[in-house]
């Protein structure tokens, strides 16, 4: 069984930084690129970021560029966010999503399961 | 303001057939696949559509989707009450540096 348990998630000022952790079990984590999707309270979603599956290749939505880095440990079954210059508009929940394919931006890309996501605030 | 275009809201009744269109444009849907996810209320988005109109194992057959052109349709037939849920459609957008793109999200009631 596919599970992805995100954690790292808080209350963090603005300006402040924050890391999340995705642990990924119940499948061959090396074989799969990897995203971070999220929702803000009461809103739609959007994604944030993709790795692919050997870190080659890394992609981020314009609203975090610069600001977030995605990266992975293969060797520990695991996916990361780095968080910085924090805003409020960063408020979200964050949620890891599995991708099917090894690469983040491909057209047969989708992806098939989500965790429950970690809680992100930012607020003074 | 999302780059896919759906309705933020859909209804019908039990039995019923719904649609819910999803709109976009040669850079995204008119050259990718598009996806689909339901979310159920405070629950975490799940896969429901994939490649247009493929369905993962579990999903019921009542759930098919179409593309056309720049747009895609999810249509659900023979509603169910337990269908009551956020619908959003995505796909890869080419344009720039490349990035994925989710449409605004339509809320479904079962009458």
């Known amino acids: 069984e596919v599970q992805l348990v995100e954690s790292g998630g808080g209350l963090v000022q603005p300006g402040r930084s924050l890391r999340l952790s995705c642990a990924a079990s119940?499948?061959?984590?090396?074989?799969?690129?990897m995203h971070w999707v999220r929702q803000a309270p009461g809103k739609g979603l959007e994604w944030v970021s993709g790795i692919s599956w050997n870190s080659g290749s890394i992609g981020y939505a314009d609203s975090v560029k610069g600001r977030f880095t995605i990266s992975r440990d293969n060797a520990k079954n695991s996916l990361y966010l780095q968080m910085n210059s924090l805003r409020a508009e960063d408020t979200a929940l964050y949620y890891c999503a599995k991708g099917h394919t090894p690469l983040y931006d491909s057209s047969g890309e989708y992806f098939d399961y989500w965790g429950q996501g970690t809680l992100v605030t930012v607020s003074s | 303001q999302s780059v896919l275009t759906q309705p933020p809201s859909a209804s019908g009744t039990p039995g019923q057939r719904v649609t819910i269109s999803c709109s976009g444009s040669?850079?995204?849907?008119?050259?990718?696949?598009v996806n689909w996810y339901q979310q159920l209320p405070g629950t975490a988005p799940k896969l429901l559509i994939y490649?247009?109109?493929q369905r993962p194992s579990g999903v019921p057959d009542r759930f098919s989707g179409s593309k056309s052109g720049t747009s895609a349709s999810l249509a659900i037939s023979g509603l169910q009450s337990e269908d009551e849920a956020d619908y959003y459609c995505?796909?890869?957008?080419?344009?720039?540096?490349?990035?994925?793109?989710f449409g605004g999200g339509t809320k479904l009631t079962v009458l």
């Open positions: 490649s247009n109109n």
């Open positions: 995505a796909a890869w957008d080419d344009s720039l540096n490349g990035h994925w793109v």
């Open positions: 119940g499948f061959t984590f090396d074989d799969y690129a």
């Open positions: 040669s850079s995204n849907i008119g050259s990718n696949t």
